[in-house]
């Protein structure tokens, strides 16, 4: 007689005991690296039975959150395991001692520009033990404070633009003809009196209108100097440290996963995208969730900070094998601190 098989749990329908054989699993998976067995979990993490173990197991195993290699009979989680896991995880916390050591080190840290931002991913990319990234918030929303026109010589001008946000950026720029002195005391004027308070991505557009009456409209000097104002703010720029981490890791003894790394890496596209978060909250994408087949070996945790209206990410990149629970804590954490430090600025 033929024997009838209980229904297949689901993420939705698990029992108090399959948590807690799954939480068990990744703690104990993130800790080693290794394949978990039955005789590992009764004999230490759990209260319980190897065979009992074992039943729970396979029923977790059926529902596609762990899986085993050929080489041994323990287990390991899937990415289906890692984000029941995850969902699951309430108050994360990361350890008094070292949101200490990041509060010392960021009060020597300079108060604003991109070498705050590289310094800060290097701070946490050293409480991580993983790569982190720290994206310049995005200005599109930004709104223009001031234009500088500084003349380096007849035919090179140096244009220095600031935000009310407290963000500035400088280019060198080579110009089409021969602008004097005292041409460019007026233009500087004469832009700053109407295009101040615009929104950048209002400029090129706002400006037609404002400067109608001037004469300057169409200008190539004044379309030059708003199409590298524009194009200057245009994109986010990565902070990144910590390659080492990842490639030190276990994972990416693999020459095929490694190569993967140094592709996330060496592409801004593939790293703004898997960066990419318009929640409040931190954000946790694993494996295939990140939407690359380039990073399904790799999980990502991001977090927005904010300078003003304007948006910054904070994110954490490893392999899939991580501790979830302390870094989503570390990111939102440095999130907040970020956002402090330029509320005072």
Same mark, same amino acid.
């Given at each position: 007689?033929?024997?009838?098989?209980?229904?297949? /749990? #689901?993420? %939705? =329908? !698990?029992?108090?005991?399959?948590?807690? +054989?799954?939480? $068990?699993? @990744?703690?104990?998976?993130?800790?080693?690296?290794?394949? /978990? #067995?039955? %005789? =590992? !979990?009764?004999?230490?993490?759990?209260? +319980?039975?190897? $065979?009992? @173990?074992?039943?729970?197991?396979?029923?977790?195993?059926?529902?596609?959150? %762990? =899986?085993?290699?050929?080489?041994?009979?323990?287990?390991?989680?899937?990415?289906?395991?890692?984000?029941?896991?995850?969902?699951?995880?309430?108050?994360?916390?990361?350890?008094?001692?070292?949101?200490?050591?990041?509060?010392?080190?960021?009060?020597?840290?300079?108060?604003?520009?991109?070498?705050?931002?590289?310094?800060?991913?290097?701070?946490?990319?050293?409480?991580?033990?993983?790569?982190?990234?720290?994206?310049?918030?995005?200005?599109?929303?930004?709104?223009?404070?001031?234009?500088?026109?500084?003349?380096?010589?007849?035919?090179?001008?140096?244009?220095?633009?600031?935000?009310?946000?407290?963000?500035?950026?400088?280019?060198?720029?080579?110009?089409?003809?021969?602008?004097?002195?005292?041409?460019?005391?007026?233009?500087?004027?004469?832009?700053?009196?109407?295009?101040?308070?615009?929104?950048?991505?209002?400029?090129?557009?706002?400006?037609?209108?404002?400067?109608?009456?001037?004469?300057?409209?169409?200008?190539?000097?004044?379309?030059?100097?708003?199409?590298?104002?524009?194009?200057?703010?245009?994109?986010?720029?990565?902070?990144?440290?910590?390659?080492?981490?990842?490639?030190?890791?276990?994972?990416?003894?693999?020459?095929?996963?490694?190569?993967?790394?140094?592709?996330?890496?060496?592409?801004?596209?593939?790293?703004?995208?898997?960066?990419?978060?318009?929640?409040?909250?931190?954000?946790?994408?694993?494996?295939?969730?990140?939407?690359?087949?380039?990073?399904?070996?790799?999980?990502?945790?991001?977090?927005?900070?904010?300078?003003?209206?304007?948006?910054?990410?904070?994110?954490?990149?490893?392999?899939?094998?991580?501790?979830?629970?302390?870094?989503?804590?570390?990111?939102?954490?440095?999130?907040?601190?970020?956002?402090?430090?330029?509320?005072?600025?």
């Amino acid at each position: 007689m033929n024997s009838v098989r209980k229904n297949i /749990v #689901s993420p %939705l =329908t !698990l029992s108090e005991r399959h948590r807690e +054989v799954l939480n $068990a699993i @990744v703690h104990q998976f993130v800790l080693t690296a290794q394949p /978990v #067995s039955s %005789l =590992t !979990l009764a004999g230490s993490a759990l209260n +319980v039975s190897s $065979a009992t @173990v074992r039943n729970v197991m396979a029923d977790l195993e059926a529902a596609g959150m %762990l =899986t085993h290699t050929h080489t041994s009979g323990g287990r390991v989680p899937t990415a289906l395991g890692y984000r029941v896991f995850v969902d699951n995880i309430t108050q994360p916390r990361i350890e008094r001692t070292i949101q200490a050591q990041i509060e010392r080190e960021f009060e020597e840290m300079p108060i604003q520009g991109t070498e705050l931002l590289s310094r800060f991913a290097s701070i946490l990319a050293q409480a991580s033990h993983l790569i982190t990234v720290v994206l310049s918030p995005r200005l599109d929303r930004g709104i223009l404070q001031r234009i500088e026109l500084i003349p380096i010589a007849e035919e090179r001008l140096l244009l220095v633009v600031s935000l009310l946000e407290g963000m500035i950026k400088t280019i060198l720029i080579e110009l089409p003809m021969r602008v004097s002195p005292t041409e460019l005391i007026g233009l500087n004027r004469l832009m700053n009196e109407r295009l101040s308070g615009v929104k950048l991505s209002d400029l090129l557009n706002e400006a037609d209108q404002r400067l109608a009456d001037t004469g300057l409209a169409h200008s190539e000097l004044v379309r030059l100097i708003l199409n590298y104002t524009d194009s200057l703010f245009g994109d986010q720029t990565p902070s990144v440290a910590g390659t080492g981490n990842a490639l030190s890791q276990p994972e990416f003894r693999d020459p095929d996963k490694m190569r993967a790394v140094i592709e996330l890496l060496e592409g801004n596209d593939i790293l703004l995208h898997l960066l990419d978060n318009e929640e409040d909250s931190v954000v946790v994408k694993i494996g295939e969730e990140t939407g690359n087949p380039a990073t399904r070996e790799l999980s990502c945790i991001a977090a927005n900070y904010c300078v003003g209206d304007l948006m910054g990410t904070i994110g954490i990149i490893g392999p899939t094998r991580m501790d979830y629970p302390r870094h989503m804590a570390l990111a939102g954490y440095a999130a907040s601190l970020l956002t402090k430090i330029h509320t005072k600025v």
